[in-house]
Nanobody
């Protein structure tokens, strides 16, 4: 059974930093896609950062709104995917979800992924 469990969310002031973690079990993300989405209140879920993890390399995708501020990474030995967020802005406030799958469509579309975590809330105050 695939389980994705997010942690690390919280409340910070603008300009602050957070690191989100996604603990992965029951799923081999080698040659698959792992990433982070977010959903602000009243808005659609959107792709934030996704990585394809191959045997010898990785490819990262980032939303334009987070490039240069967010970094996705993974610790394969500990089955964990991270999202390091710096220079946070109030518009980054959202529920953040971990996603995994074989990429059934564009990387930034939620329907492209098979598995989801329950989410962790990030709130950035001005």
């Amino acid at each position: 059974q695939v389980q994705l469990v997010e942690s690390g969310g919280g409340s910070v002031q603008a300009g602050g930093s957070l690191r989100l973690s996604c603990s992965v079990s029951g799923y081999s993300y080698s040659n698959n896609y792992m990433g982070w989405f977010r959903q602000a209140q009243g808005k659609e879920r959107e792709g934030v950062a996704v990585m394809w993890i191959g045997v010898d390399n990785m490819i990262m995708y980032y939303a334009d709104s987070v490039k240069g501020r967010f970094t996705i990474s993974q610790d394969h030995a500990n089955h964990t995917v991270y999202l390091q967020m710096i220079s946070l802005k109030p518009e980054d406030t959202a529920m953040y979800y971990c996603a995994a799958g074989a990429l059934l469509g564009p990387w930034y579309r939620p329907e492209s992924y098979n598995y989801w975590g329950q989410g962790t809330q990030v709130t950035v105050s001005s």
